[in-house]
């Protein structure tokens, strides 16, 4: 069955820098567009990243020139690299095969705070 596993998360002081990844297992990774997705406390749902097949890769205005995210078919990996980190990133953090989050992990936990 498909699987998606998170790892990488912490707590961070503002400023600083994760890295997130992503493996997953049960469907042909190279074949889909691949997510990071974001929730905050008492939030919604938010989308941060997307990468298509071919590398082409888009972010959300509030995390744009500082994250980036890569893809690994070889290793059905997933990462976010996510830099100059502050206080409203701090959420859960999920690798998802679609937009609206219906295939994903469990998450990773990301806390930015001095």
């Known amino acids: 069955q498909v699987q998606l596993v998170e790892s990488g998360g912490g707590l961070v002081q503002p400023g600083g820098s994760l890295r997130l990844s992503c493996v997953a297992s049960?469907?042909?990774?190279?074949?889909?567009?691949m997510y990071w997705l974001r929730q905050a406390p008492g939030k919604g749902l938010e989308w941060v990243s997307v990468?298509?097949?071919?590398?082409?890769?888009f972010y959300a205005d509030s995390v744009k020139g500082r994250f980036t995210i890569a893809r690994d078919n070889a290793k059905n990996t997933l990462t976010l690299q996510m830099n100059s980190l502050k206080s409203e990133d701090t959420a859960l953090y999920y690798c998802?095969?679609?937009?609206?989050?219906?295939?994903r992990g469990r998450g990773t936990q990301v806390t930015v705070s001095s």
């Open positions: 998802a095969r679609d937009e609206s989050g219906k295939i």
């Open positions: 049960g469907f042909t990774f190279s074949n889909y567009w």
């Open positions: 990468i298509n097949t071919g590398g082409t890769t």
